[in-house]
């Protein structure tokens, strides 16, 4: 690895001076991030100055630069990629970031994946094939998808470390004249479709695995491996194919970025690699929520286009790869590419928004960013500028007067997360063996995919079993891979301690099928030495490699069967008398991340189904006193030390429980919730310049679909409360809301309303006998885009990808129902 290394900076140490600075940073991580698409780079100095301004107002900490294809009728700004005009742009955007408090990471290229004009077909991804039964070698053809004018090209050879060092190449003149606020240095996720061939395959696989490829052509080109030794085959070329890229370019590109002065941001997902090892390589691991999940939230709302057939279901699981891959190696960072296609254009709501990201906190991301906020110039009338493929996290959107409030809830529980480690007991390993021998046939490299592909190597298997009723039943697990499992220290409280400093009391191996000598025979010997190691349901079947020495087979077989006394079918009873901790919230349904903190363990709870409301719950490592602290509203509440902590928390709500010194003196016990429904009466809503009066709450767009189109309703009523019932409405609740509203009594502005459950508190002294209630609400623009299509506006102007639906299919809203906006059903006040 030296040598790669040493190679790869000799072939740059010519360009490298100086680069970074050492300026301090200016920028938050707590705050989130954003994916910033620059349409064509057709950025101006007065467009960027607009969008970054109105993004840090809006509580972003930073922006993520990714040129992309761009918008007709603009192409006299189009600047190509890394040209004097584009450099010119660049550097004006790290001025006007700088002074904004924003930080910068920018994509090495555009689009995706790595790749452009300075590719040649030596340095091109590359596939072998079988033509008439004949072994054949050449280009996939594939190039850069999404690409800006200027970045357009062949994709980049991920396993041919001089095809990287080339590509390092084109960069360092920039980097070189780059200073902070940029942080980071990016890598998408892997899509180098068909890529399954190097020039260096066959000496590689030599050298790794003693024997040539070249004379098991015939187990390559089947469609499915027939035998266990051809199956064996297989796993070996799939492992050669890893090793090659994690050598010649995950762990260069995160040391030529290092040597430039920049942080490395990397998506292991989506590539042949072990995933934990490419994720634990970089200095920020990416991890990707893609896609709708249906949370059981009442009121919670899934876009029925979503199709979770072809593109999955988004899994904590997955999310756990990286987070886990940085908590064994002590990466203070893990972030997770946020919200990409949770529904359709145009129809996501905000409050759909807050669950995903409660589920990618739990999933131990602390560094979240938006996908994604298109730069969009001031002068372009709405919708402006647009990606194809997110959820519009830009001035643009029809929730962003809420974006405030939500980037406030992000910060406070970042703040959180990101200051203190994860506190895991457990370790699981991950069985990458099984994946390569389970996927073969057909020159298929198997990728490692986080959509739908996901239930062949996470869902459908022994380790997806077993994480997923880990986390079900409360334990904090992390996941190891053979890699990290050298890297582990032994301590003499029999425990597991990783380089970051970590302890765990556990070593768990699913039912894994195969697994190598090496690894057999380190977790036999921590085993002959008292050292807490299990299997679960089974032992390793088979070695994992075709052509193994006699001495190597014994070696296993030996290693093998010194493990019989440690297969557990169910661990939960071993894991009790090692003192692995179980929270008993996760059997209410609450989902969690424990933290160590100087005082104690701290949690961050969220209530992700309607299992739970309130009621008590067991904290195991937090007996002191604690206090509940709701980083949405900024409201607390205490518990005594040595009892358990009374929660409500309704569905779609999150808490911190983090252990305090001191509690107020006075704690007041949670009174018996009282309901006070309200009767309005002259109960109206004014739709632009129509006003109607209405009988009860119903949605605006029903009433007169001719204003369906509206953004935004104005619904007014008055209302007469006696003292008892001022005295018991501290909170405002909505039965339905579509999609948020602003609250005003008595002519003051209370606040808004965006996130489950459609609740706000009152503050005291507003109420009185007589009230005047004003609560507008903002639909999404669902309605607002079929109109603009049935009237034939032309807005859909980019070239490339011209516009797609959620499906990957041509954008069309002219003949979409009329979306639901306003207030439905029962509004009512509690004490509590």
């Not at 169910?570 to 903190?597: C, H, N, W, Y």
Request: glycine share 6%; charged share 20%.
């Amino acid at each position: 690895m030296k040598r790669i290394i040493f190679l790869l900076l000799l072939l740059t140490s010519r360009f490298i001076a100086t680069a970074g600075s050492s300026d301090p940073a200016v920028f938050s991580t707590a705050k989130p991030w954003a994916y910033w698409w620059w349409p064509g780079s057709a950025v101006t100095e007065k467009g960027i100055t607009h969008n970054l301004e109105n993004f840090a107002k809006a509580g972003f900490g930073g922006l993520h630069i990714i040129p992309i294809y761009g918008a007709k009728g603009s192409e006299a700004l189009f600047q190509n990629y890394l040209s004097p005009g584009w450099q010119a742009k660049f550097f004006f955007t790290l001025k006007e970031a700088k002074r904004l408090g924003l930080g910068i990471d920018m994509t090495m290229g555009t689009g995706w994946p790595l790749g452009g004009p300075t590719i040649t077909e030596k340095e091109a991804a590359k596939k072998y094939q079988f033509v008439d039964g004949v072994f054949t070698t050449g280009l996939t053809g594939q190039k850069v998808k999404r690409a800006a004018p200027g970045g357009e090209g062949f994709v980049l050879d991920h396993f041919d470390m001089k095809a990287f060092a080339k590509y390092c190449h084109t960069f360092v003149p920039l980097l070189k004249k780059s200073h902070s606020p940029l942080r980071a240095i990016y890598n998408d996720s892997y899509e180098a479709y068909g890529s399954n061939y190097t020039p260096d395959l066959f000496p590689a696989f030599q050298r790794l695995n003693g024997y040539d490829l070249r004379k098991h052509f015939d187990v390559l080109a089947k469609k499915k491996a027939e035998s266990e030794e051809e199956n064996q085959i297989f796993a070996d070329y799939h492992r050669t194919m890893s090793t090659l890229l994690q050598n010649n370019f995950v762990l260069p590109f995160d040391h030529w970025i290092n040597s430039m002065g920049f942080t490395s941001r990397n998506q292991a997902h989506g590539s042949p690699g072990n995933l934990l090892d490419i994720y634990a390589a970089a200095d920020i691991p990416e991890a990707e929520f893609f896609g709708s999940k249906p949370f059981d939230i009442p009121g919670y709302r899934v876009d029925p286009e979503y199709d979770s057939t072809t593109f999955g279901i988004p899994d904590i699981r997955a999310l756990k790869l990286a987070s886990s891959a940085a908590n064994l190696t002590g990466k203070k960072l893990v972030s997770a590419e946020t919200a990409t296609w949770l529904g359709n254009h145009f129809k996501v709501s905000i409050a759909q928004v807050k669950p995903v990201l409660d589920q990618v906190f739990v999933g131990g991301v602390n560094h979240v960013f938006f996908h994604g906020a298109t730069y969009s110039p001031p002068d372009v009338t709405w919708p402006g500028w647009l990606f194809y493929a997110s959820t519009n996290f830009n001035p643009q959107s029809h929730f962003w007067e809420a974006m405030p409030a939500l980037n406030k809830y992000i910060e406070n529980v970042q703040t959180m997360l990101q200051a203190n480690p994860t506190d895991s007991d457990a370790l699981l390993y991950f069985p990458m063996e099984d994946v390569w021998h389970n996927n073969n046939g057909s020159g298929k490299l198997h990728t490692l995919e986080l959509h739908a592909n996901s239930r062949e190597w996470l869902k459908n298997t022994s380790f997806g079993h077993w994480a997923g009723l880990l986390q079900d039943k409360g334990f904090s697990v992390d996941y190891i891979s053979d890699e990290l499992l050298s890297d582990l220290e032994l301590t003499p409280s029999k425990t597991f301690k990783t380089r970051a400093g970590g302890n765990y009391k556990v070593l768990l191996i699913p039912a894994a099928h195969y697994i190598s000598v090496e690894t057999l025979e380190r977790l036999a010997k921590w085993v002959k030495q008292g050292y807490p190691v299990y299997f679960l349901e089974h032992l390793p079947l088979h070695l994992n490699t075709f052509h193994q020495t006699k001495e190597a087979k014994e070696r296993w077989e030996a290693a093998r069967s010194a493990l019989f006394m440690r297969v557990l079918s169910d661990p939960a009873d071993q894991l009790a008398r090692l003192g692995v901790s179980t929270e008993p919230m996760a059997a209410k349904g609450l989902s969690f991340i424990r933290k160590k903190t100087p005082k104690g363990a701290a949690y961050f709870v969220t209530n992700l189904n309607a299992r739970f409301t309130e009621g008590n719950i067991s904290l195991k490592k937090l007996s002191g006193n604690v206090e509940i602290w709701d980083p949405l509203t900024d409201s607390k509440s205490y518990g005594k030390k040595g009892s358990d902590v009374w929660l409500s928390l309704a569905p779609g709500q999150s808490v911190i429980i983090q252990p305090v010194a001191k509690i107020p003196s006075l704690i007041v016990p949670a009174a018996l919730k009282v309901r006070t429904e309200i009767e309005p009466t002259n109960l109206r809503v004014q739709i632009d310049s129509k006003t109607i009066a209405l009988p009860d709450f119903n949605y605006y767009t029903s009433l007169d679909t001719s204003l369906a189109a509206t953004p935004s309703a104005r619904y007014t009523f008055d209302l007469t409360l006696s003292a008892d019932q001022i005295a018991n409405a501290k909170v405002l609740h909505l039965s339905e809301l579509r999609d948020m509203a602003k609250v005003r009594i008595n002519g003051k502005d209370i606040g808004m309303i965006w996130s489950l459950p459609f609740q706000l508190t009152i503050p005291d002294g507003i109420l009185q006998e007589q009230n005047q209630v004003e609560i507008e609400v903002i639909s999404n623009a669902a309605n607002r885009i079929r109109k603009m299509d049935q009237q034939g506006v032309v807005w859909k102007n980019f070239y490339e990808i011209n516009f797609v639906d959620i499906r990957y299919k041509p954008f069309d809203a002219s003949k979409w129902a009329i979306e639901d906006g306003g207030m439905k059903g029962k509004l009512y006040f509690t004490n509590r």
